[in-house]
T-cell receptor, first 115, second 110 residues
Framework: DAGITQSPRHKVTETGTPVTLRCHQTENHRYMYWYRQDPGHGLRLIHYSYGVKDTDKGEVSDGYSVSRSKTEDFLLTLESATSSQTSVYFC??????????????FGEGSRLTVL | DAKTTQPTSMDCAEGRAANLPCNHSTISGNEYVYWYRQIHSQGPQYIIHGLKNNETNEMASLIITEDRKSSTLILPHATLRDTAVYYCISGGAGSYQLTFGKGTKLSVIP
């Protein structure tokens, strides 16, 4: 299995509080992604990174920010959490070099509940 | 919207081959077909991918039609642990915006 660790795995917080989710990889893959998964919507891309300090928005980026200061870490921040951000968040990594042609490897998910 | 279409659900008898179809009629010449599955609430798991040729690995086989407009994922001997949602996705290698649709919920029946 790809070395991807998400933390925390479960979090309950209150509306208006800041939340940071961390994704850590040991594969040295260039690309990292944050998805959210909600019933009826499937997986939706929030933000992605194509290198250290290089990030861009996905389809549902409002209310979220990201940072990548090291290859191995990709942080997702909710500056002021809202109930609509209650979801399961998945981090993924990929690489396009050698034998790798962009296939995604996912973490186990972080379940966030905003009360 | 997803660029692929899949049946919402399928059943398969345990021990039989599970054949999961996917239509990707708008696929471009340099786009791959990727298959993933998600078991219950776990993170999606990569299964296999292909460009033009059929592919096989330890998990499954991927059959891509000659016109590349559709493909079939084959699980040769389905087990109860193969019960999951299977996603078929098309995109370029390194594409940042791979779109996941609703997938096919495969139920393997004892």
């Amino acid at each position: 299995d790809a070395g991807i660790t998400q933390s925390p795995r479960h979090k309950v917080t209150e509306t208006g509080t800041p939340v940071t989710l961390r994704c850590h990889q040991t594969e040295n893959h260039r690309y990292m992604y944050w998805y959210r998964q909600d019933p009826g919507h499937g997986l939706r891309l929030i933000h992605y990174s194509y290198g250290v300090k290089d990030t861009d928005k996905g389809e549902v980026s409002d209310g979220y920010s990201v940072s990548r200061s090291k290859t191995e870490d990709f942080l997702l921040t909710l500056e002021s959490a809202t109930s609509s951000q209650t979801s399961v968040y998945f981090c993924a990594i990929s690489e396009v070099s050698g034998a790798n042609t962009g296939e995604l490897f996912f973490g186990e998910g972080s379940r966030l509940t905003v009360l | 919207d997803a660029k692929t279409t899949q049946p919402t659900s399928m059943d398969c008898a345990e021990g039989r081959a599970a054949n999961l179809p996917c239509n990707h009629s708008t696929i471009s010449g340099n786009e791959y077909v990727y298959w993933y599955r998600q078991i219950h609430s776990q993170g999606p798991q990569y299964i296999i991918h292909g460009l033009k040729n059929n592919e096989t690995n330890e998990m499954a086989s991927l059959i891509i039609t000659e016109d590349r407009k559709s493909s079939t994922l084959i699980l040769p001997h389905a087990t109860l642990r193969d019960t999951a949602v299977y996603y078929c996705i098309s995109g370029g290698a390194g594409s940042y915006q791979l779109t996941f649709g609703k997938g096919t919920k495969l139920s393997v029946i004892p």
